[in-house]
């Protein structure tokens, strides 16, 4: 196998691997739709019936076996609005879990409430369930469940635990596109599931986002907040009319990237069949390499949605080298591995109340200042995450057969020589 080629020797590959975002005559054909037409906005609530916007929202959520899916912004405001719609502000609690995006937690803060951390599972990467209960408080109304990296969260438990307390689920779904756990799509569990079309995604049209859910009240609330707080699309309403219910903003998605996303999903079905074969073919290799596995739960009922390929390797198997040096050797050798998320949410400095006040009701800043779990939410296994964790983009699994064994070889390459590395 030869020297590493971080310390000189020849790399595995030079060849590069598949690139995303990618379009093809699908989305030019939805784009030219647009720009011959004059409809270049989805209407007033963003949801004429002759929009793209709203033939997206239908297909998207055809797709996940939900009955109504609302295109907006992109996936950090979907959240906001979700929290809104579901009655969730000032001084609530939001379980939220320690090792995810920001936004799944400072969206939580924008609407005026606070976030609880609560750890993830180690096999998952996912929410704990077994992790909430305790933090729950007088205060507590709503849970946010991310499926991180495609992989759906524990929600038959999680659920358990919501509805023994009352609480509100909204899951992030903002990295599951097309994701499932028995049976049941993710977004499907809660009462509002939200995506992101961001650049990365596996749907993208640049920035984007989707709020889905199975609630006619809560679709026609998602609607209004997503237009201003006019509430023009309650049954009996004029679609005409302008008056504002509610204080909120513009959150709608334009027709452009409408259209991307129409051509996206139409290529979906045949990307995600490649990224499920090869993250199989791949699987079976990592697992062959001493101290490293796929996080993942392998159960039949299980469909990953591999927005990302997530490895977890321990650490003594490998020189106790941290993630930034793993990726080095591993760039090295032509794989494009990153290192995962290097601190649990609850360390980036947004979350201080001197960093909040003016952004927050004193109140509220009260609250914070007394948070323990602000302080310490003693989340252990989000810790030790961050020290062993490495992740591929979903389009490396867009490659070949060859493509996958040349990953697994590098990572042999790597575990071989690793004291080369020093
Ligand atoms: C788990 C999670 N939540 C929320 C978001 C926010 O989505 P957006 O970037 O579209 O605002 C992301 C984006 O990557 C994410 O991964």
């Known amino acids: 196998m030869g020297k590493l080629a ?25 784009l030219e739709k647009v720009l011959s037409g004059n409809r270049w ?34 996936g950090s405001v979907a959240i906001d609005v979700a929290l809104r719609a579901g009655g969730i502000g000032t001084g609530d609690e939001v379980i939220v879990p320690a090792y995810t995006f920001i936004s799944t937690a400072t969206s939580v ?15 998952t990467y996912c929410l704990n369930p077994l992790d ?51 049976g049941k799509k993710a977004g499907n569990w809660g ?10 995604k596996t749907v993208t049209c640049g920035e984007g ?34 008056t504002c219910e509610r204080l909120s903003s513009n959150y709608r998605l334009s027709e452009f990237q409408a ?50 390929y997530l490895v977890r390797y321990e650490p003594a198997s490998f020189n106790h080298a941290d993630p930034e040096k793993l990726c080095a050797a591993l760039n090295a050798e032509g794989i494009p591995f990153v290192p995962g998320d290097r601190q649990p949410l609850y360390r980036h400095p947004v979350f201080k109340p001197e960093n909040l006040a003016g952004s927050l009701c004193p109140e509220v800043l009260e609250q914070i ?26 389009q490396v699994l867009l490659g070949n057969e060859k493509d996958m064994d040349d990953i697994a070889e590098a990572f042999w390459k790597v575990h071989k020589n690793i004291d080369e590395l020093g």
């Open 41 to 74: 906005f989805a209407g007033l609530q963003g949801d004429d019936p002759e929009a793209l916007g709203t033939l997206f929202g239908e297909r998207f959520a055809r797709l996940h076996g939900a009955k109504f899916a609302l295109p907006v912004a992109n």
């Open 132 to 182: 909430i209960e305790h933090r729950i408080t007088e205060k507590t109304r709503a849970i946010i469940p991310v499926h991180l990296g495609g992989q759906v969260a524990d929600m038959a438990s999680i659920m358990r635990v919501a509805k023994e307390h009352g609480l509100l689920v909204v899951e992030d779904c903002a990295q599951a596109i097309n994701s499932a756990r028995d």
């Open 369 to 394: 200042r007394h948070s323990k779990n602000l302080q310490n939410p003693e989340c252990p296994v989000s810790e030790e995450a961050c020290n062993c964790t490495l992740l591929l983009r979903h």
């Open 6 to 30: 971080f310390c000189g020797g020849d790399p595995v590959r030079k060849d590069p691997f598949p690139e995303w975002p990618r379009a093809g005559k699908e989305e030019k054909a939805w």
């Open 259 to 308: 259209a991307v996303l129409l051509g996206q999903l139409e290529r979906l079905p045949q990307e995600d069949n490649v990224r499920q074969t090869n993250a199989e073919r791949l699987t079976k290799a990592i697992h062959q390499i001493p101290g490293l596995k796929h996080i993942r739960v392998y159960e039949p009922s299980i469909r990953h949605g591999y927005y990302y």
């Open 191 to 200: 009462k509002m599931g939200t995506f992101s079309f961001q650049s990365n």
């Open 109 to 123: 803060l924008m609407v005026g409430a606070v976030p609880v951390f609560a750890d993830i599972e180690p096999e």
């Open 209 to 242: 986002g989707l709020i889905m859910t199975n609630d006619q009240s809560l679709a026609e609330k998602v609607t209004a907040l997503r237009a201003f707080g006019r509430f023009g699309s309650r049954p009996g309403a004029r679609s005409s009319d302008l």
